[in-house]
């Protein structure tokens, strides 16, 4: 689960991360009420303007916009507000951006990366640090790995004082500012390990210009996301109640409201297939045979007939679906389960595109003799002897 960045400085915070003041606002009007409260009595005026959006890279889209008045303010939040943004992480058609934050605006001297995230080859907490922020930290680990300082987290102890000095002290800090960053970093190391986070980034942490009582100048968090472990969101609800359902893919949503596990892609093959790894397969074999899964979608061993339904309900409303195939290996699914749910979404949606089936294990007798009755209503349908068959003629059927 994804949170906004307001959320996610308000929890930093909570774990003693500093943080600058912002105000959350919906409109430009309430960000011009924002800015005066947070700079028009700061000596230098500034504010900065900040698309919420479960989506980085806001700065380079335009959706972070550093403004020195109240006139700048209303321009920047209309503007930010008035389309969707666009990043290299939300694909051409962008988001709507519904809520904005406005901070106090920070003089810079430097920019640095500290994120918490899960090193699944050591098998624990990793706390990752390095000199280049600001920038993608993909992009450092790509052209600059020299760059990056990593550094495992027991989470039962936490970050060790010597561990926190040894990042610091490798990413270039001294003076004052080492001591901040020990503290900071084991306060993020906390905050993760304590909210079930599967990754926590504060990108960029900055060093603020030297003032008489912090002549090393200080840190400060100016950019912060988390994501969470579903699995643990149980035993979170403080976080879980931090999702905000308008940023999530609406089919997503309700697939996950029917235990579906259904992952929204570019292609037009819609795919039924049950297990994660035979769906993997399945979209495999799709891509072999020259076209795109148009979903992922694992409908899980125990799917009940309404579940199956609804997939293909989600399937079916896709205006990019040009043909479904279903792959049923019915260990603990029943395929008779599954050709019954066929039958269903038939009458219910009807199968305007070709689909082929393939359907093997338990109840498959059965399963063949429903489908085979039903086949009238059902003029699209085709069977598939095997996996390579089935994808061979979902290819052939969608070009035709
Ligand atoms: P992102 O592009 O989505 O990661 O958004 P960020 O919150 O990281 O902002 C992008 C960039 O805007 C930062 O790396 C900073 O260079 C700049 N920026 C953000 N807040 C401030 C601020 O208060 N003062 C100044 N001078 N620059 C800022
Ligand atoms: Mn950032």
Request: negative net charge; contains cysteine.
């Amino acid at each position: 689960m994804k949170i906004h960045e307001y959320q996610a400085c308000e929890l930093l915070a909570s774990y003693g991360v500093p943080v600058p003041s912002g105000i959350v606002v919906e409109s430009a009007d309430a960000a011009v009420a924002a800015y005066e409260q947070l700079a028009g009595d700061s000596a230098t005026k500034v504010a900065v303007v900040k698309a919420q959006v479960h989506a980085g890279g806001r700065g380079k889209g335009g959706g972070v916009r550093v403004v020195r008045s109240a006139d700048g303010a209303r321009q920047a939040a209309s503007e930010i507000l008035s389309k969707p943004l666009v990043t290299h992480q939300t694909g051409p058609q962008g988001v709507a951006v519904k809520k904005l934050l406005v901070v106090a605006g920070v003089d810079i001297v430097k920019e640095y990366y500290v994120g918490m995230a899960i090193d699944r080859a050591a098998g624990c907490p990793v706390l990752i640090a390095s000199s280049e922020g600001g920038v993608e930290i993909e992009a450092v680990a790509r052209d600059n790995p020299d760059a990056i300082v990593r550094e495992p987290v027991d989470p039962t102890t936490g970050l060790q004082a010597f561990q926190g000095r040894k990042v610091a002290y490798s990413i270039g800090l001294s003076g004052k500012l080492v001591s901040q960053a020990v503290k900071l970093m084991g306060n993020l190391a906390r905050a993760f390990v304590a909210t079930d986070a599967s990754l926590a980034e504060i990108n960029p942490l900055v060093v603020t210009p030297p003032t008489e009582a912090h002549p090393d100048g200080q840190l400060l968090a100016i950019d912060a996301k988390i994501n969470f472990d579903d699995n643990a969101l149980f035993r979170q609800p403080k976080i879980a109640a931090m999702a905000d359902p308008s940023e999530q893919d609406e089919a997503e949503a309700r697939a996950a409201e029917h235990d579906l596990n259904y992952i929204n892609l570019d292609g037009n093959i819609g795919c039924l297939v049950n297990g994660a790894g035979l769906a993997m397969a399945t979209m495999d074999l799709v891509k072999l045979h020259g076209a795109e899964p148009a979903n992922f979608l694992d409908v899980g061993g125990s799917a009940s007939e309404q579940a199956v339904t609804e997939a293909f309900r989600i399937i079916l409303e896709d205006d990019a679906v040009k043909g479904v195939l279903v792959n049923i290996f019915g260990g603990i699914a029943k395929c008779d389960t599954i050709a019954a749910a066929i039958i269903t979404a038939a009458k219910d949606v009807g199968f305007q595109v070709p689909l082929v089936v393939r359907l093997e294990g338990t109840n498959v007798e059965k399963a063949r003799e429903l489908l085979d009755g039903a086949k009238d209503s059902i003029p699209t349908f085709q069977t598939a002897t095997d996996l390579t068959d089935a994808a061979r003629k979902i290819t052939v059927a969608i070009a035709a």
